[in-house]
Nanobody, 125 residues
Framework: AVQLVESGGGSVQSGGSLRLSCVASGITSSIYWKGWFRQAPGKEREGVAAIDIKDLTKYADSVKGRFTISQDNDKNTFYLVMNSLKPEDTAMYYC???????????????????WGQGTQVTVSS
């Protein structure tokens, strides 16, 4: 079975940085996009960043210039470096994978098949 394990969350002050990691295992299909999503209390889960097999990246407008997604296929791991964190970035962060490559929005929750359990990020002012 596919398993995704996130790590790297924590509590930081506004302006701080964190690096999230997502390690994938048990993958038997061809994954095309890897994404990071977040969900704050009382809000819907939203796409934050995504990266495809060619290293094409997509970012939500709210994180452009502050967050960077990357991948290390040799380690079956992908990352989200978050700089200049703001209190509104506080949320549970999830990593996800999908085999979809077309007719698909990489930041759409609905397009992803495999999900991790999440890691909490808390940014205080």
């Amino acid at each position: 079975a596919v398993q995704l394990v996130e790590s790297g969350g924590g509590s930081v002050q506004s302006g701080g940085s964190l690096r999230l990691s997502c390690v994938a295992s048990g993958i038997t299909s061809s994954i095309y996009w890897k994404g990071w999503f977040r969900q704050a209390p009382g809000k819907e889960r939203e796409g934050v960043a995504a990266i495809d097999i060619k290293d094409l990246t997509k970012y939500a407008d709210s994180v452009k210039g502050r967050f960077t997604i990357s991948q290390d296929n040799d380690k079956n791991t992908f990352y989200l470096v978050m700089n200049s964190l703001k209190p509104e970035d506080t949320a549970m962060y999830y990593c996800a994978l999908t085999e979809r490559s077309s007719a698909f929005c990489p930041l759409s929750v609905a397009g992803y098949r495999y999900w991790g359990q999440g890691t909490q990020v808390t940014v205080s002012s």
